[in-house]
T-cell receptor
């Protein structure tokens, strides 16, 4: 089945630690995105990538980093510099050209303990 | 940069009733999309309407777009308990390649 997979579903992190969230897609999509969602809120764009080895900051990139070494993969690292990392993180992908829809993973819920 | 704003923030209706959600946006768009999110899950694409379209249907969903008012509405007819979810509108942005800008969503509760 084609789709977009995020792992893990739940993640706990101690303060001061970096943590990496995985996002893999087999849809052959060029574009990939990371969003953050806080309880009862909408989605805010963290980073996005249109092609391999290139990515752009979104609205709330501070304290996060990404890489795009492969078309299929777009991991997100939440660094210790992120002041309030507890949130629901959603990865998405799209064709990235013309008018297209976004396909989402099931999300990773990160909790700082 | 929040583009879309859904209205109302929350909506509670009885099964069988129609549910209408509205979305307003600020800048010109190429298209507007509606997504659904069940609690604790990812978003699922429902319908896309292009800027040169005024109305679109998909099953029990009807979407309208008024570019002069920069607004869209999503109508769910004959609602079911399974329609309970959050609904988001998203507009396309082309800062550097395509990305999607989401509003805060409408939480719909359909009571049996």
């Amino acid at each position: 089945d084609g789709g977009i997979t995020q792992s893990p579903k739940y993640l706990f992190r101690k303060e001061g630690q970096n943590v990496t969230l995985s996002c893999e897609q087999n849809l052959n999509h060029d574009a990939m995105y990371w969003y953050r969602q806080d309880p009862g809120q909408g989605l805010r764009l963290i980073y996005y990538s249109q092609i391999v080895n290139d990515f752009q900051k979104g609205d709330i990139a501070e304290g996060y980093s990404v890489s795009r070494e492969k078309k299929e993969s777009f991991p997100l690292t939440v660094t210790s510099a992120q002041k309030n990392p507890t949130a629901f993180y959603l990865c998405a992908s799209s064709h990235g050209q013309g008018i297209s829809e976004a396909f989402f993973g099931q999300g990773t819920r990160l909790t700082v303990v | 940069s929040q583009q879309g704003e859904e209205d109302p923030q929350a909506l509670s209706i009885q099964e069988g009733e129609n549910a209408t959600m509205n979305c307003s946006y600020k800048t010109s768009i190429n298209n507007l999309q509606w997504y659904r999110q069940n609690s604790g899950r990812g978003l699922v694409h429902l319908i896309l309407i292009r800027s040169n379209e005024r109305e679109k249907h998909s099953g029990r969903l009807r979407v309208t777009l008024d570019t002069s008012k920069k607004s869209s509405s999503l109508l769910i007819t004959a609602s079911r308990a399974a329609d309970t979810a959050s609904y988001f509108c998203a507009t396309d942005a082309w800062d550097y390649g395509q990305n999607f800008v989401f509003g805060p969503g409408t939480r719909l509760s359909v009571l049996p």
